[in-house]
C-alpha cells in the first residue's frame, strides 16, 4: 500500500507541474495580455503600465514563471481582485461550504445509486431494471440548474417544507468555528442550528447528486451483470455455498471496483460543478464565487481555483487507489 502511495505521489509532481506551465501561459496569452484582460474598459496605456509593473508582466517570461512558482509553493495563490482579500484565504473561508454540499450530494447518489444499480442486475429485464434505466436516463439528461429551479419551485415555494436559499436562517444565532454548520451545530450542542442548518443542504444535494446518481447506478448495474455471470461466480454456486456469500464474497466484492473509480471521477466534479447549483440556491460557497470571478475577470481566483482543484484530484485519485488494494488484494500483489 505504502508503494501504491510513493507512486501516486511521485505522478503528482509532473502533473502540477504541467498544469502550471499550461496556467502560466494561457494567463499571457489573452488578448492584449493579462493586464489589458484584468482592466477592462479601463484599460489606459497608463493603467496598462501600471498594473505590468505591478504583477511583473514586464519582466522576462522565463522569470515570470520563476516568480508565479516561488509564490505557489510558498502558499501564495495571489490576491482577489473583487475582494482584496488573499485567493487562499477565501478558499478557507467558502470550501467548507461546498464541501458540505458534495458530501450530502454524494451520500445521496451513493446511497441510492447501488443499491437500485444491484436490484436492477439482480431482476434483469424486470420492471425494476427497466425503470432504474429510465430514471437514470432521466437524470442524466435533466440539466442541474432545471432541476434545481424544480426542487426550489415545489418544495419551497409551492409547498413550503424546505428553505429556499442560504446555508441557515439568519436569524438563529448560531456559533461558528469551522464554518461547517452542521458540525459546528453538533460540536457546540446547538442542535437547532445544525437541524436548520442541514435543512438548508437538503435541496441543493439532490439537485447536485442527481447526475452522480444516475451513472452510478448505470455503472453499478453494469458491473453487476458482468461479474454475476463470471465462471468463478458459476463454480461458487456448483459448489453449493449460500446465495449470500456468493453475492458479498463474489459478486458485490468484484463489481464495486469500476464503481469506486465512478465515485471518485464524481467527487472532484461534485466539487468542481457545484457554480450552478450554489447560484440557483444562494449557497455561498466556492461555486458562487468562482461565478463572480468569471464574471469579473477574477484571473487570479481562476488560476487558484484550478490548481485546488487539481491537488484535490490527485488526492481523490490516490484514495481510490488505496481502496483498490483494500477491495482486491489481487492489487497489492502487482
Given at each position: 500500500?505504502?508503494?501504491?502511495?510513493?507512486?501516486?505521489?511521485?505522478?503528482?509532481?509532473?502533473?502540477?507541474?504541467?498544469?502550471?506551465?499550461?496556467?502560466?501561459?494561457?494567463?499571457?496569452?489573452?488578448?492584449?495580455?493579462?493586464?489589458?484582460?484584468?482592466?477592462?474598459?479601463?484599460?489606459?496605456?497608463?493603467a496598462v503600465a501600471r498594473v505590468n509593473e505591478l504583477y511583473g508582466f514586464d519582466q522576462p517570461l522565463l522569470l515570470q514563471y520563476f516568480t508565479y512558482m516561488g509564490k505557489l509553493l510558498q502558499g501564495d495563490f495571489g490576491t482577489s481582485?473583487?475582494?482584496?482579500?488573499?485567493?487562499?484565504?477565501?478558499?478557507?473561508?467558502?470550501?467548507?461550504?461546498?464541501?458540505?454540499?458534495?458530501?450530502?450530494?454524494?451520500?445521496?447518489?451513493?446511497?441510492?445509486?447501488?443499491?437500485?444499480?444491484?436490484?436492477?442486475?439482480?431482476?434483469?429485464?424486470?420492471?425494476?431494471?427497466?425503470?432504474?434505466?429510465?430514471?437514470?436516463?432521466?437524470?442524466?439528461?435533466?440539466?442541474?440548474?432545471?432541476?434545481?429551479?424544480?426542487?426550489?419551485?415545489?418544495?419551497?415555494?409551492?409547498?413550503?417544507?424546505?428553505?429556499?436559499?442560504?446555508?441557515?436562517?439568519?436569524?438563529?444565532?448560531?456559533?461558528?468555528?469551522?464554518?461547517?454548520?452542521?458540525?459546528?451545530?453538533?460540536?457546540?450542542?446547538?442542535?437547532?442550528?445544525?437541524?436548520?442548518?442541514?435543512?438548508?443542504?437538503?435541496?441543493?444535494?439532490?439537485?447536485?447528486?442527481?447526475?452522480?446518481?444516475?451513472?452510478?447506478?448505470?455503472?453499478?448495474?453494469?458491473?453487476?451483470?458482468?461479474?454475476?455471470?463470471?465462471?468463478?461466480?458459476?463454480?461458487?454456486?456448483?459448489?453449493?455455498?449460500?446465495?449470500?456469500?456468493?453475492?458479498?464474497?463474489?459478486?458485490?466484492?468484484?463489481?464495486?471496483?469500476?464503481?469506486?473509480?465512478?465515485?471518485?471521477?464524481?467527487?472532484?466534479?461534485?466539487?468542481?460543478?457545484?457554480?450552478?447549483?450554489?447560484?440557483?440556491?444562494?449557497?455561498?460557497?466556492?461555486?458562487?464565487?468562482?461565478?463572480?470571478?468569471?464574471?469579473?475577470?477574477?484571473?487570479?481566483?481562476?488560476?487558484?481555483?484550478?490548481?485546488?482543484i487539481a491537488i484535490l484530484y490527485a488526492l481523490i485519485n490516490l484514495i481510490v487507489d488505496i481502496s483498490y488494494t483494500i477491495i482486491d488484494p489481487r492489487v497489492r500483489v502487482q
Open positions: 500500500m505504502l508503494r501504491v502511495i510513493g507512486k501516486r505521489l511521485a505522478l503528482l509532481i509532473p502533473t502540477l507541474f504541467g498544469l502550471s506551465v499550461l496556467l502560466f501561459l494561457w494567463v499571457r496569452s489573452l488578448p492584449g495580455g493579462p493586464a489589458t484582460a484584468l482592466l477592462g474598459e479601463r484599460a489606459t496605456p497608463e481582485i473583487i475582494t482584496g482579500r488573499p485567493v487562499l484565504q477565501e478558499f478557507a473561508t467558502r470550501f467548507p461550504a461546498t464541501i458540505e454540499l458534495s458530501v450530502v450530494a454524494l451520500i445521496f447518489a451513493i446511497g441510492i445509486g447501488i443499491p437500485l444499480g444491484y436490484l436492477a442486475a439482480r431482476h434483469y429485464g424486470k420492471v425494476v431494471d427497466h425503470g432504474s434505466v429510465v430514471l437514470s436516463l432521466i437524470g442524466i439528461t435533466i440539466p442541474v440548474f432545471f432541476l434545481a429551479f424544480i426542487l426550489k419551485y415545489l418544495f419551497a415555494i409551492q409547498w413550503p417544507i424546505l428553505p429556499p436559499d442560504g446555508r441557515q436562517n439568519p436569524r438563529i444565532n448560531a456559533t461558528h468555528f469551522t464554518d461547517f454548520y452542521v458540525l459546528d451545530g453538533i460540536l457546540t450542542g446547538e442542535y437547532d442550528a445544525a437541524w436548520d442548518a442541514f435543512q438548508h443542504l437538503i435541496l441543493p444535494g439532490l439537485a447536485l447528486g442527481t447526475i452522480p446518481l444516475a451513472i452510478i447506478v448505470r455503472i453499478t448495474r453494469a458491473s453487476v451483470l458482468e461479474v454475476q455471470n463470471a465462471d468463478y461466480v458459476r463454480t461458487a454456486r456448483a459448489k453449493g455455498l449460500m446465495e449470500k456469500t456468493i453475492r458479498s464474497r463474489f459478486i458485490l466484492r468484484n463489481a464495486m471496483l469500476p464503481v469506486v473509480t465512478t465515485i471518485g471521477l464524481q467527487t472532484g466534479l461534485l466539487i468542481s460543478g457545484a457554480v450552478l447549483t450554489e447560484t440557483v440556491f444562494a449557497f455561498n460557497g466556492i461555486g458562487s464565487f468562482l461565478r463572480d470571478a468569471i464574471f469579473e475577470l477574477d484571473y487570479p481566483v481562476l488560476q487558484g481555483f484550478i490548481i485546488f
